[in-house]
């Protein structure tokens, strides 16, 4: 009886490593670094919001803009959702994460 039948080829799990960790590099730069779409990232926002008060509006910008914050570099959609606090209309903007979907900035309108 041959004994090489009942044993693995040496060269099985470095292959096997090295291909898939080429693989998963290749998903990485394919898949990666894709942008979530403006009507995604308005919906996260308004779930978020929503759990806190009734929304009345809300809108997004389509188109993602080049954005910084001290030594990050990203791109950045612009957005805006009102919602009733306290039987008052109160407007917020905010700045998220193109990437992500990540509130970069938020910041509540005052209204006079």
């Avoid at 389509?62 to 959702?81: I, L």
Wanted: hydrophobic share 40%; no cysteine.
């Amino acid at each position: 009886m041959n004994a090489n039948n009942n044993s693995l080829n040496p060269w099985l799990i470095p292959v096997t490593l090295g291909a898939s960790g080429i693989a998963g590099f290749i998903a990485g730069k394919l898949f990666g670094n894709r942008q979530i779409s403006a009507d995604r990232i308005l919906k996260l926002v308004k779930n978020d919001f929503a759990s806190e008060g009734s929304l009345t509006g809300s809108w997004i910008n389509d188109k993602a803009v080049p954005f910084q914050r001290f030594a990050v570099k990203t791109h950045a959609y612009e957005g805006g959702v009102s919602r009733l606090e306290d039987g008052e209309k109160v407007d917020y903007e905010f700045i998220a994460d193109a990437y992500t979907g990540s509130l970069l900035e938020l910041k509540r309108i005052e209204n006079n």
